[in-house]
């Protein structure tokens, strides 16, 4: 990952040395390393000294009686969904400004010691400034993702929480007994799921496009419903996890600028338009009286998780060093 870390001595590269991925550690530790006192931490969300290039984020999983019912952070694979603080939303404005490396901490249930994740970037961002109304954040934790595969983990999403207490990580190259697997093999086992994705979204929509029925394969694009990243293995190959669209609708639906209804397939357009929006739309020939031309009760559980995880959330800035994956990822056979 190519963080402030590894650009200058500072706060963010102090941390990166000091901590470990996959151990766990106590709050007073994490106060100390960032120059405060123990007591200052307590009860805090967010660590984010002034001045400094590094933040850190304390969440716990387990929901009790003095959990903020509005906070819905929970972990899935590799991707974290975070709910930002109620008031004070200096956290935002870091991640839009990228001003500061951002470090994650969980702990399954209060008064356990916090398991460290890396550092983690922000992929979509809906931003909310209204106070007691917090904002939601996906981050794609790419440290934590990066030490998966190299540790031979296939689903990320299968991975017990204790794996790594259990199979402690080894910086000697020497006691590395997993075969670390290199970019070439990911690029070629990513390449084949994405074939065979694509054959199957085809056959799926009848090879014709979900909206439009333009027939013209090579002119349309096997979008995923739900993001190759935050889906099982499983899940990345599944049809009903497809729609197969013109560049103009995958383009808005994977930016989550439209998105379509779970129960009847009709397009949800944007809630707040500019002029200048409605216009673009409608030279797209896309307004709200287009549906999928067929749904079923798999498709519409995807549709559902894009409704609320993609639709209105704004792009990330996205810049691990997992780009070359990601770039098969996203659109390698459009």
């Given at each position: 990952m190519e963080g402030f870390a590894e650009r200058h001595d500072g706060l963010s590269r102090k941390l990166v040395d000091c901590l470990i991925i996959g151990n766990t550690y106590k709050?007073?530790?994490?106060?100390?390393?960032?120059?405060?006192?123990?007591?200052?931490?307590?009860?805090?969300g967010?660590?984010?000294?002034?001045?400094q290039d590094a933040q850190i984020l304390l969440m716990?999983?387990?929901?009790?009686?003095?959990?903020?019912?509005?906070?819905?952070?929970?972990?899935?694979?590799?991707?974290?969904?975070?709910?930002?603080?109620?008031s004070i939303k200096t956290?935002?404005?870091?991640?839009?400004?990228?001003?500061?490396?951002?470090?994650?901490?969980?702990?399954?249930?209060?008064?356990?010691?916090?398991?460290?994740?890396?550092?983690?970037?922000?992929?979509?961002?809906?931003?909310?400034?209204?106070?007691?109304?917090?904002?939601?954040?996906?981050?794609?934790l790419v440290e934590y993702a990066s030490l998966c595969r190299s540790r031979g983990v296939e689903d990320v999403h299968t991975l017990s929480p204790n794996y790594f207490l259990e199979h402690p990580v080894s910086y000697?190259?020497?006691?590395?007994?997993?075969?670390?697997?290199?970019?070439?093999?990911?690029?070629?086992?990513?390449?084949?799921?994405?074939?065979?994705y694509r054959q199957k979204a085809i056959a799926y929509w009848d090879g014709r496009c979900a909206v439009t029925g333009v027939d013209n394969v090579d002119w349309l694009i096997a979008s995923h419903i739900k993001p190759w990243r935050e889906s099982t293995n499983a899940e990345?190959?599944?049809?009903?996890?497809?729609?197969?669209?013109?560049?103009?609708?995958?383009?808005?639906?994977?930016?989550?600028?439209?998105?379509?209804?779970?129960?009847?397939?009709?397009?949800?357009?944007?809630?707040?338009?500019?002029q200048k929006m409605w216009k673009n739309l409608s030279k797209m020939n896309i307004d709200d009286s287009k549906y999928l031309r067929h749904m079923d009760d798999e498709v519409a559980k995807y549709l559902e998780y894009h409704n609320q995880y993609i639709y209105r959330f704004e792009s990330g800035i996205y810049g691990s060093t997992e780009e070359l994956i990601d770039g098969i990822i996203a659109k390698s056979f459009s």
């Open positions: 709050l007073d530790y994490l106060a100390t390393l960032i120059g405060w006192q123990p007591q200052a931490a307590k009860g805090k967010v660590l984010a000294p002034k001045n716990h999983l387990e929901k009790d009686r003095y959990s903020t019912e509005t906070y819905t952070d929970h972990l899935y694979g590799t991707t974290l969904f975070w709910s930002g603080q109620n956290t935002e404005k870091a991640l839009i400004d990228g001003a500061k490396d951002t470090f994650v901490f969980i702990q399954q249930r209060r008064k356990q010691p916090y398991f460290y994740y890396g550092r983690a970037v922000p992929i979509r961002m809906q931003i909310n400034w209204e106070l007691g109304n917090p904002s939601r954040i996906v981050f794609d000697d190259e020497e006691t590395v007994t997993v075969p670390l697997r290199t970019e070439s093999e990911i690029f070629t086992s990513v390449r084949n799921a994405q074939t065979f990345r190959v599944d049809p009903h996890n497809s729609l197969l669209l013109t560049p103009n609708y995958d383009k808005l639906f994977d930016k989550g600028v439209i998105s379509f209804s779970p129960d009847t397939g009709r397009i949800i357009l944007p809630e707040t338009q500019s």
